[in-house]
């Protein structure tokens, strides 16, 4: 069975590294648990299994945010758009998503 890379890779890294800044700045977006995955996501950080099943679910959860009011304003940036990005944002999403399914891929073939 081929490892499967639980390294976040460096995209995911600058967006971390951009929400935790936005969340400096401007003093809202995210928990202490969002604020700990992004310090893990810009560290690139080696995850687990059940860290990559959190971010795929956190982004499920929260597409929505999307819709909401200055999503995407970095020079005021919704809560929503911050804590989308200290989870590493859409390179965090695709590489979540694409972890889980390799891991659970695995896990099927044992």
Not at 7 to 25: F, I, N, S, Y
Not at 84 to 89: C, E, F, T
């Amino acid at each position: 069975m081929a490892k499967i890379d639980m390294k976040p890779p460096a995209t995911v890294a600058r967006e971390a590294e951009k929400g935790l800044r936005l969340h400096e700045e401007f003093h809202r977006g995210g928990t202490e648990v969002g604020w700990a995955r992004a310090r893990q996501l810009a560290a690139r950080e080696e995850l687990s299994r059940d860290d990559v099943v959190a971010m795929a679910s956190y982004f499920a959860r929260h597409e929505v945010d999307k819709r909401g009011y200055d999503w995407g304003d970095e020079e005021n940036p919704s809560a929503g758009y911050v804590a989308w990005l200290l989870w590493g944002g859409e390179p965090g999403r695709d590489w979540a998503e694409k972890t889980k399914a390799r891991l659970q891929d695995a896990e099927e073939k044992g």
